[in-house]
DNA sequence: CATGAATGAGATTTCATTCAT
DNA sequence: GATGAATGAAATCTCATTCAT
């Protein structure tokens, strides 16, 4: 029975904890969309999610722990969503084809999303932690990848391929059309070309056309 | 002739301005690459140059001015030497791989010359001159590159083919291999992956074979 | 009685109070001790006690009620320890001794208590009530060691002397020694040291020799 | 001349930077008298300083820094005094007076003096290179004393001893009788026991009386 | 009684920028 | 041209204290 008092006063804890985090985390991500990696102030995030400034570190020992708190969870978000998307498909085709749509399509749904992931990547050669979430999520990124490939090669779909080399193209192309229409929106026809460059890697990998 | 008027203009451009300018725009290179985009202090750069703070703005307006003309001169650097490489070459083969070269070259030889790149992307977004000046490196790399495709292809040596797609396509491949390189030195052997790229769009691009 | 009075006033001395207030009192000894003075928080004093922090504030007005109670607490104790030695002597020369023991023992057996007790000092020339603690303490020492010197004087074991010079003296020795010691472990033999000063106190007091 | 041309930069440099660093370091030694050591903030410092607040972090590192400057500085002045004062006599016995009265006398002419060093005496558990600078001066303290007692035994006017004991117990009768009269000064009458006490030293040491 | 989430004031510290020399 | 002392605004972070539950 007192284990179920403390249960309760635990779950309660969890609970609101996990929601403050949660509003802080979200808000500390339209705020760096906002203005920036490094123009905000801890204030904004406490203004954006609508709670006081000494919240913030109370639930987030420091301006790091919580940016990198939300690295991770747009890295976790970023795998769940593709791993749901690829769950409800089998042919490998199909998949492949979903694998850079998740990405392209992200892009124009979530206009903040990469703007934000590039400030991340300035952090790679200055914050280890940091470096090591964005190193972990493009290894599983080119897994993934590659393990679609592997199952289209064994299933016959897909010609014979060095798995890991293409994984690492296909990264490329995505990342680098990605890069170049979050740089610049009016460089080129972002539905045409991401159309295009499906096609191109369907028909590079499918067999005796 | 352009010379004089920009330095009637700027009203500053005689010697010893053009000196501490160029001292100053180096020692923030070094500065910026070692110690990150947003952890530099005015004073790191005056330590660096091996001047005193005040001199500084003497000679820029502010810190964003500073970094301003750091990108500028990164990009006009970029485009000298990738001009002189490829004017000394006539096949478009030759170029292509010139060009290919010339970006998968740098990130190794100049090791901060990519984070310093990626440390302005994040200002696309919140500063507009340096979303200009980033807008127009892009732009002059593919069309850049959609020359030396589209000179090949008038010489019959490249298929027919739509330049400015198949440029921002071997772009994109180029800079994504780039950054998955940096954000991952050990994701895949650099060398042995580049060549491979290089054959790979050379093989594509290829009449008849 | 004293205490049904003390309980009346309080109007909260009750037995969980009791419990609660030594609770927190003992967990701040252990805290400034080991943190110091100033560098030790609420949630410390809490966490180490095993309570909450809101609790703090209800057995306690503030931080500064804390302390001052953790300081009248400490020479409560003092005296009450100094009274059952001395109460088990009769001869004054051994009552001395006793009283010099007392202060010498308690430094190595209780590290820490001299640390707390300097610490207080700090606040002897910005806090009234902890100098009026402080003052106390030294008065109650003191009278304490001038009433042994009395009654061997008036039992004709020590010389004629001004009783309240010589303990003000006495006191000097002791608790400078000491101050001397707490601050450099390593000046002098503490164990030999203490030994010759309590031969030289004796020596110079007592009759004929 | 390029050499004195340095010289004088330099040398302009040490000027401004000794006077500023004096005159903060003294407007620390009045805040903290007045305030207490940790009731302080920067901005009292250069608010009595008659400096801005950034400047008292452009001479000086951080809080730690500055403080520790201040325990140097009033170590140095301390013996900077003593030896002053105790170069102009021959005399050991006038040595010996002049020691003890160098310590009871400032008490009275620099009230705060004392009240700042118990203050640091809080930090030897704490800080080790506070804890350094205070078993630095005590050392110094004994030594000196000790070395008038030498030689007042080697010139026949004191008796045999050990004089690094004794030394440390006169210091220890100093300062014991100065921190009781600094907690309380109404204990007793100041001026006539530290009379007795010089009494009592030289009456204890000197020869054949 | 007890909890711990929440507040908000305030402290330290950093630095771009200015300006007298 | 050049210096570097000086300013002061602003940011991070800490914590005693309160209070709803």
Request: glycine share 4%; hydrophobic share 40%; proline share 1%.
């Amino acid at each position: 029975m007192v284990r179920s008092i403390e249960a309760k006063r635990e779950n309660k804890s969890n609970e609101i904890t996990q929601i403050r985090r949660s509003q802080l985390t979200k808000a500390t991500y339209r705020v760096v969309g906002r203005k920036g990696y490094y123009n905000f102030t801890i204030r904004d995030i406490a203004k954006e999610a609508g709670l006081s400034a000494g919240l913030v570190h109370y639930y987030f020992k420091d301006k790091q722990d919580l940016l990198l708190n939300l690295l991770r969870e747009m890295n976790a978000n970023l795998k769940y969503y593709l791993n749901k998307a690829l769950s409800e498909l089998d042919n490998p085709r199909d998949k492949l084809l979903a694998f850079c749509d998740q990405a392209f399509d992200l892009v124009q749904k979530e206009k903040d999303y990469f703007y934000v992931l590039i400030d991340f990547w300035t952090q790679i050669n200055h914050n280890p932690r940091i470096r090591n979430a964005n190193v972990k999520l493009f290894r599983s990124y080119r897994e993934e990848c590659a393990a679609i490939l592997r199952e289209g090669m064994e299933k016959g779909v897909f010609k014979h391929m060095d798995v890991d080399y293409v994984a690492t193209l296909l990264i490329s192309l995505i990342q680098g059309t990605i890069i170049q229409y979050v740089i610049d929106n009016e460089a080129f026809d972002y539905a045409e070309y991401t159309k295009r460059i499906k096609e191109n890697i369907i028909s590079m990998l499918e067999k005796g056309d």
